[in-house]
C-alpha cells in the first residue's frame, strides 16, 4: 500500500482537457498529484469520499485586478470561496509592479488603490511581497502598458517619445525576465487613449523571444470595436505575439446585436495568428465612472465616490434626481468614482461566452465598497446557470474554459489539468447545486455548492469556509502551448 497525503475517492473527475468525466481517485502528496485512477492502492491520513461529487482543476481566473489583494487581504475569500486557485493580475494596462506613483494615481490605476499600495519599482519586489504574504491562491502576472506610461511620461494626454519607448521596454523586459506573463494595455482609457499603434507594437515585440502574450483592453468596445480589433490583432501579428481579447463584449445599446460581426472578427484573426478572448458571464461591465459612458437610457449602479463616498450602492439616476440635477452633471460631481453600466444586451453575452475561442475572467474589482457580483460569482455562475440550468456549455466545455485553456494560453506549467505530476490545485463542487448567490443588490455572498478547494496540495476552503492555510505561490511564465480548440 503506497502513502500520500490526500486520498479522494471516487470523485466525477473533469479533468480539465475537455473529456467527459470519469470516475475515478486522486492521491496527493507534497503538492502535486502523485497518481490518478480508480481504486487507487494508497493510504493517506486524509482521505475525502467524495461520492460521485466533480473534482476538477481549480479555476484560474485569468482576468483579475487583485494585484494589491493578494498582499492586504491574503485569504482572498472572494475567489477562493469560487474555486479559484490561480489569480492573473496586471490586466487592463495597470499593475502595481514595476510602478513609481508621485501623487494621487491616474484612472485608472486608481482601482488597485491609492498611492500608498503603488510601492513595488521594480517586478522583483513585488514577488517578494507575493511570497512574504503567502495568499491563499496562486499569482501570476502581466505588466500593464499604462503603469510604464506613468512612470516615464510627463503626460498621458499625448504618444510616447522613442526614448520614453525604450525606458519603458527596459521595465517591460525586467518583468519578463522576472517571470511576468506579457503585457496588458487599457487603451480604452484616456491615460492610455494617446498612445500609437506604434507605441505598444514597439513594447510588443521583445514578448515574442520571451513567450509573452499581449493581453488588451482593446481601444473601443462600442461602435468602433471592428477597427480595434484590427488593431490588437495587428499588434500581434507584427510581433508574433500570442493575442488576448480582454472581456469581449458588445458595450452601448447602439452596439447590441453585433456579437455574430465581432466572433467573425476574431475567427478571421485565427486563421493567420494566434488569438482569444476572456468573458464575464453577466450583461453589465464595471469601472471607474467614464462620463463618455453616461447614457440616460443605461442604468448606472455608483460603486464608489471619492467626494460623496454615501452613495455607493446607489444609480446615477437617483442621486441626479435627489440632486436636481441631470445625470451627467452628477457623474462629473461624483468623480473620481466607480460604476457598473448595464450596457450589455445578454444574448451577445451568450454567444461570446460559448464560442471555443472564450475563458472565463471575472473582471472584478476587489477594492469597490459595492462590487459588481462578478467579484464574488463568476464561476459558480457559469457551472450552475449557463452550463446546469441552461445548457449553453457542457460542463467539460465550461471548466476546459476556466482551467485547461487559460493554462495552455499563459503559460502556466503544470496547471490547469487533472494529471499525474501535475500542481494538486483542485475543487470538489455538487454539480446539482452550485451556483452563485451574489446578485447586484447583494454582492458580497460566496457561492453554494463548493465543498473543498486545494492549492498546491493544501485544503484551503470547505463549505464551513476558509481552514486558513494559505498555500499560494507566485507563478513565473512558463512554456506557452497554445491550442485554440482542444478536442476530445
Not at 502574450?213 to 500570442?242: C, K, Q, W
Request: net charge negative; with cysteine; hydrophobic share 40%.
Amino acid at each position: 500500500m503506497l502513502n500520500c497525503d490526500t486520498l479522494i475517492r471516487n470523485a466525477s473527475v473533469v479533468d480539465g482537457s475537455g473529456m467527459a468525466p470519469e470516475l475515478m481517485d486522486a492521491a496527493l502528496r507534497d503538492g502535486r498529484i502523485v497518481e490518478i485512477g480508480p481504486s487507487l492502492p494508497f493510504h493517506a491520513a486524509d482521505v475525502i469520499h467524495a461520492d460521485g461529487l466533480v473534482l476538477a482543476p481549480g479555476f484560474i481566473d485569468v482576468h483579475t485586478h487583485d494585484d494589491t489583494t493578494v498582499i492586504h487581504q491574503p485569504t482572498m475569500m472572494p475567489k477562493l470561496s469560487q474555486g479559484v486557485t490561480t489569480v492573473i493580475v496586471g490586466n487592463c494596462g495597470i499593475c502595481v509592479a514595476p510602478v513609481r506613483v508621485d501623487g494621487e494615481p491616474p484612472d485608472p490605476m486608481n482601482l488597485l488603490g491609492d498611492a500608498g499600495v503603488f510601492r513595488y519599482p521594480t517586478f522583483a519586489e513585488y514577488v517578494t511581497a507575493i511570497r512574504d504574504a503567502r495568499p491563499s491562491v496562486n499569482v501570476a502576472a502581466l505588466v500593464g502598458h499604462t503603469a510604464l506610461r506613468n512612470n516615464h511620461m510627463d503626460r498621458l494626454d499625448r504618444t510616447a517619445t522613442a526614448s520614453e519607448i525604450d525606458a519603458m521596454r527596459g521595465q517591460l523586459q525586467e518583468a519578463l525576465d522576472g517571470g511576468a506573463l506579457g503585457l496588458s494595455s487599457g487603451l480604452a482609457y484616456l491615460s492610455a487613449h494617446a498612445a500609437s499603434t506604434e507605441e505598444i507594437l514597439e513594447l510588443a515585440r521583445p514578448l515574442a523571444s520571451a513567450g509573452g502574450v499581449y493581453v488588451t483592453h482593446m481601444r473601443n468596445e462600442a461602435e468602433d470595436i471592428l477597427d480595434a480589433m484590427r488593431e490588437a490583432f495587428e499588434i500581434g501579428r507584427l510581433s508574433r505575439v500570442p493575442v488576448i481579447v480582454s472581456h469581449l463584449k458588445c458595450a452601448g445599446l447602439a452596439n447590441w446585436g453585433r456579437s455574430g460581426e465581432v466572433l467573425n472578427s476574431l475567427e478571421r484573426a485565427q486563421t493567420m495568428q494566434q488569438a482569444g478572448c476572456d468573458c464575464y458571464p453577466y450583461a453589465a461591465g464595471s469601472s471607474t465612472l467614464d462620463l463618455r459612458q453616461v447614457d440616460e437610457r443605461v442604468e448606472v449602479t455608483i460603486t464608489w465616490s471619492m467626494p460623496h463616498p454615501n452613495v455607493a450602492g446607489q444609480t446615477l439616476a437617483q442621486i441626479a434626481a435627489t440632486w436636481r440635477v441631470s445625470q451627467l452633471d452628477a457623474a462629473r460631481q461624483l468623480q473620481p468614482a466607480g460604476a457598473i453600466y448595464h450596457s450589455i444586451a445578454e444574448g451577445d453575452m451568450r454567444r461570446i461566452l460559448r464560442h471555443p475561442a472564450t475563458m472565463i475572467g471575472s473582471d472584478g474589482l476587489p477594492n469597490d465598497p459595492h462590487p459588481h457580483p462578478r467579484l464574488w460569482g463568476t464561476f459558480p455562475r457559469v457551472l450552475g446557470r449557463y452550463s446546469r440550468e441552461e445548457g449553453l456549455l457542457s460542463l467539460p466545455e465550461a471548466i476546459h474554459k476556466m482551467t485547461g485553456m487559460p493554462a495552455q494560453r499563459f503559460g502556466l506549467t503544470g496547471r490547469g489539468l487533472i494529471r499525474k505530476e501535475f500542481a494538486a490545485d483542485l475543487v470538489l463542487f455538487d454539480p446539482e447545486t452550485i451556483i452563485d448567490t451574489a446578485t447586484f443588490s447583494n454582492p458580497i455572498s460566496a457561492a453554494h455548492g463548493i465543498t473543498s478547494v486545494w492549492v498546491n496540495g493544501v485544503l484551503s476552503y470547505t463549505s464551513q469556509g476558509a481552514t486558513g492555510a494559505r498555500a499560494g505561490r507566485f507563478l513565473p511564465r512558463g512554456k506557452t502551448s497554445w491550442i485554440q480548440r482542444l478536442k476530445p
